[in-house]
Every structure is written in structure tokens, then in C-alpha cells.
């Protein structure tokens, strides 16, 4: 794996699995021999709520957190919430998100109105822009709750780690019996981008 320092952005609502996400990411590229920091903020994350949170690593990582315009990869569990963090993404950084909308408790009470140029939005700010069905693909396996799988399995395109280190944290993190689910979930998400 280069030894230069990746900024990875990881952003979703509660309940989709930004930690389990981030904390096998982070716990990968320990792994793999490198510093890692990582920040994670709930916010009102029980409520459907933001969720994000900041991974960095490389040769010698000084803070969790990734400033403005810096992120090499956001990777989004929800579009919307893309949209929200789109200026932590570098000019030539990654955007890798799930189709999935989910409409925050401000549009389901009538204050806010959902915008309807999301996709156009995005398109207009980022160059390397990847939308990816996973909840679909994960209803489709059965467990919507691998979504956060297929969209790691889709980023470790990106990323230098060996597939094995992949299978590995999972096996050691996820509960014995979703282990499978969940491996066949991020196999899927590579060969979603490959």
C-alpha cells in the first residue's frame, strides 16, 4: 500500500452502518502496517439522523480529522448525505455512493421540500463519481443491512489492501452468524466496479 496519508470520508444516516464500515476500514489498514486515526461523529444518528466518520492512514498520521476539500474518497450510504459532505472531497477525489434516498424528518413533516436535482448536483461538483445500487443489491440478498458491505467491497477497488485482510476483519468484527452474509456482500460491492 502507498505509505502517502488517505483521507476517507465515510457519511450515511443511523442505523446503516457507518461505524461497522469505518471501524473495519480502520482496523484493515492497521492490519496492513499503517498509522490510522479515525473520528466518528452520531449526531442524532438513533433518529435517522447524520452519521459520519473520518478515517486517515499512511506512514505517519497526526489527526482524525479530515479538513475541507481534502478527502480522496467519500464513500455515501445514503445520496443526500453525499450532498451534504461534497466540499470534504479533494479535486480529484472519489465519490462513491448508494442510489438510496432516504428523506430526512424535516420533509417527512412538511417543513423542508427533498431537492430534485441531487444527481445533477453531484454531477456538477465531482469528477470521479461512482452511484452504486447497494441497498437494492443487498434487499436482493436478503439483508438490506449489508449495504455498508457492498459499498466497502466497491471502494477496496481503490485501496491497495489484500482481499484476505478484507475477510479477515470481517470474520473477527461481524457476529459469527451474518459473517457469510456479509463476506458475500462485499464481494459483490468489488465486483460491482471491477
Given at each position: 500500500?502507498n505509505k502517502k496519508n488517505?483521507?476517507?470520508?465515510?457519511?450515511?444516516?443511523?442505523?446503516?452502518?457507518?461505524?461497522?464500515?469505518?471501524?473495519?476500514?480502520?482496523?484493515?489498514?492497521?492490519?496492513?502496517?499503517?498509522?490510522?486515526?479515525?473520528?466518528?461523529?452520531?449526531?442524532?444518528?438513533?433518529?435517522?439522523?447524520?452519521?459520519?466518520?473520518?478515517?486517515?492512514?499512511?506512514?505517519?498520521?497526526?489527526?482524525?480529522?479530515?479538513?475541507?476539500?481534502?478527502?480522496?474518497?467519500?464513500?455515501?450510504?445514503?445520496?443526500?448525505?453525499?450532498?451534504?459532505?461534497?466540499?470534504?472531497?479533494?479535486?480529484?477525489?472519489?465519490?462513491?455512493?448508494?442510489?438510496?434516498?432516504?428523506?430526512?424528518?424535516?420533509?417527512?413533516?412538511?417543513?423542508?421540500?427533498?431537492?430534485?436535482?441531487?444527481?445533477?448536483?453531484?454531477?456538477?461538483?465531482?469528477?470521479?463519481?461512482?452511484?452504486?445500487?447497494?441497498f437494492a443489491k443487498a434487499?436482493?440478498?436478503?439483508?438490506?443491512?449489508?449495504?455498508?458491505?457492498?459499498?466497502?467491497?466497491?471502494?477496496?477497488?481503490?485501496?491497495?489492501?489484500?482481499?484476505?485482510?478484507?475477510?479477515?476483519?470481517?470474520?473477527?468484527?461481524?457476529?459469527?452468524?451474518?459473517?457469510?452474509?456479509?463476506?458475500?456482500?462485499?464481494?459483490?460491492?468489488?465486483?460491482?466496479?471491477?
Open positions: 500500500m488517505t483521507n476517507i470520508l465515510v457519511c450515511g444516516v443511523g442505523g446503516q452502518g457507518v461505524l461497522l464500515f469505518s471501524d473495519l476500514l480502520a482496523e484493515i489498514a492497521m492490519k496492513e502496517g499503517l498509522d490510522v486515526k479515525k473520528s466518528e461523529v452520531h449526531g442524532m444518528a438513533q433518529r435517522g439522523g447524520s452519521v459520519t466518520s473520518h478515517i486517515r492512514f499512511g506512514e505517519k498520521v497526526y489527526s482524525p480529522l479530515i479538513t475541507e476539500g481534502t478527502a480522496n474518497f467519500i464513500v455515501s450510504l445514503e445520496k443526500l448525505e453525499a450532498l451534504r459532505y461534497l466540499h470534504f472531497l479533494a479535486p480529484n477525489g472519489v465519490l462513491l455512493t448508494d442510489n438510496l434516498i432516504i428523506e430526512p424528518l424535516p420533509v417527512i413533516i412538511g417543513i423542508e421540500e427533498m431537492p430534485k436535482d441531487i444527481d445533477e448536483r453531484i454531477k456538477h461538483r465531482v469528477k470521479k463519481y461512482y452511484l452504486i445500487d447497494a434487499k436482493e440478498l436478503g439483508n438490506t443491512r449489508v449495504s455498508n458491505m457492498i459499498m466497502l467491497g466497491a471502494l477496496s477497488n481503490f485501496l491497495d489492501f489484500t482481499p484476505n485482510t478484507y475477510h479477515r476483519a470481517i470474520r473477527e468484527n461481524v457476529k459469527e452468524r451474518f459473517v457469510d452474509i456479509n463476506i458475500k456482500a462485499f464481494e459483490l460491492g468489488v465486483s460491482l466496479l471491477r
